[in-house]
Structures are given as C-alpha cells and as structure tokens.
C-alpha cells in the first residue's frame, strides 16, 4: 500500500508543482516519447534477462505492493515450530523424519501456517535437518552448508532488483535518445513558424524528463524495495539458521529458540517471557 501511496505523491508533487506554476499538462502528454522510452527499456531488458529472470521481476514487483512479508507473527510461530522440531528430535532423531520429508502432511507444520506458507524458508529448514538427521555433521560444517545454501537462493533473487536498478540506470540515457529524435525532427521544421519549433522542442525534452522522472521516481525506489524484502527473507533464514546450528551443539530445545530470538531484530523479536510462555504451553500440549 505505501509503494502505492508514494508513487501518487510522486506523480501529485511533480506535476502539480508544474501546474501550479502555470504549466499546460497537454504537452507533456507525448504517446511517441512514451513508446520510445519505454519499447527501448522493455527491449533491452529482454536482451540482458532470461525469462525467469523476467518472471522473478514481476512477482517481485507486485510483492512490493503487498504488506511486510516478515511480521511479528511469523518469527513467533518460527520459534514454536523450531522448539517442537528440536524437542522430539532430542528425544529421537528419527520421529521428525517423516514431518520434514512431507511439512504440507505434518501436524506439526500444520500448526504454523506462517511458515509453511514461506516456501524457501520452509525447504531450507527441511533440507536441513534432513541432513543432520541422516548424517550428522559437525557444528562448523552444518553452519559452511547452511550458509552456502542462503548465499546461494539469495543470489539468484538479488538479480531481480539489480536488473531493475541497471534499466532504472539507462532510463535517463534512453530519455535523451528520445529528446535528440525530437531535435532531429525540428530540424526539418525549421521553415514553419516559432510556434510549430517551439512545441517541437518542448515536446523533445518531454523524453529527457521522462526519462529522468521514470528512473529516479520510481525504478530506483522500487529496486530498493524489492531489496529490502529480500533482506527481510534472507533474515527469517538467518533466524533458522541460529536455531539449527545450537541443536547440532546438542543445546537443549529451548537455548536452541534463545539463539533463534536472539537473531530477530528488536523491532519484530519477541520477548523471552512471551516465548518461555508459548513454548511451555506447547510443551504440554505435545506431551498430552
């Protein structure tokens, strides 16, 4: 909603102040600057990005129009979820087998639609323990592979901002493509009268401030957003991460959800009695 909202302030301060100033909206109204800056942006981003590149943009274009992807509400059925896995794990490895084999038949996922709803989330976390659980490794070596294995997902998502920041970057340049066309065309009217230069000339810088206005407006803004999404994904892993690697140090279960909460930033963590109290509600609850 606020991506929304701030590109409508966008749009209601650029060309408001215009108009306050005395400005004609109808010549900024220019469909062949519009289709030059814009079917040179599209092309170029179909040179430089494979479709699933393309496809990663706009899923996560339109996540950015949705609310935070990481609340409150997810960390705090995370540390649950991660207290239960660890509490019937310490008891016998092997009972969590079949839970992280198939999450979406699990009664124990089931519990936590937040976070079987996170499907990156949800495979890392599987993935996992499925290692742990088949051939345990050591402390440093689980943490060398989970960490590979965040670098890696996050990589692949991190070409989506970077391609939209890399058109956000040559919007400018492709508005003064669309402003030296514009020149061009003067040139040959240059026989018709003040008025007919005038508007032709004004109507070729309409390129240039398109094409300005588009990058710094709102491609750049969106860029950051998408990665500031990201970041808060690559977090929720990281609070994962913290808990499985204090259960391969043979932690007990809830020291292993200490290490998880410790790792939410303060603003979205939960506090230690909150989660004492939950987790020992859920203790109960499994062993009746």
Known sequence: MLVIVGAFIVIGAVFGGYLIEGGKLAVLIQPIEFLIIGGAAAGSLLISAPIPLIKMIISQALGTLKGPKVTREHYTE???????????????????????????????????????????????????????????????????????????????????????????????????????????LTMGKLTQGKEVIGHSVASALVGTFLGILMSYGFLQPLAAKMELNLGLEAKFMEVIKAGLLAYSKNCSPKVCVEFSRRTISPELRPSFAEVDQLTSSAGKKAAA
Not at 107 to 122: M, Q, W
């Open 78 to 184: 995370l540390l649950l979820l991660l207290f239960e896995l660890c509490k019937n794990a310490k008891a016998n490895p092997l009972s969590i087998e079949a839970h992280v084999e198939k999450p979406h038949e699990s009664e124990i996922f089931k519990r936590y639609p937040k976070v079987l709803e996170n499907h990156h989330a949800l495979d890392f976390l599987c993935d996992s323990l499925k290692v742990q659980i088949s051939s345990p490794m050591s402390p440093f070596d689980f943490e060398d592979l989970m960490d590979k294995d965040i670098a890696a997902a996050h990589q692949e998502e991190h070409n989506a901002p970077s391609t939209v920041t890399r058109i956000g970057d040559a919007m400018p340049g492709l508005g003064i493509v669309a402003a030296v066309l514009g020149v061009v």
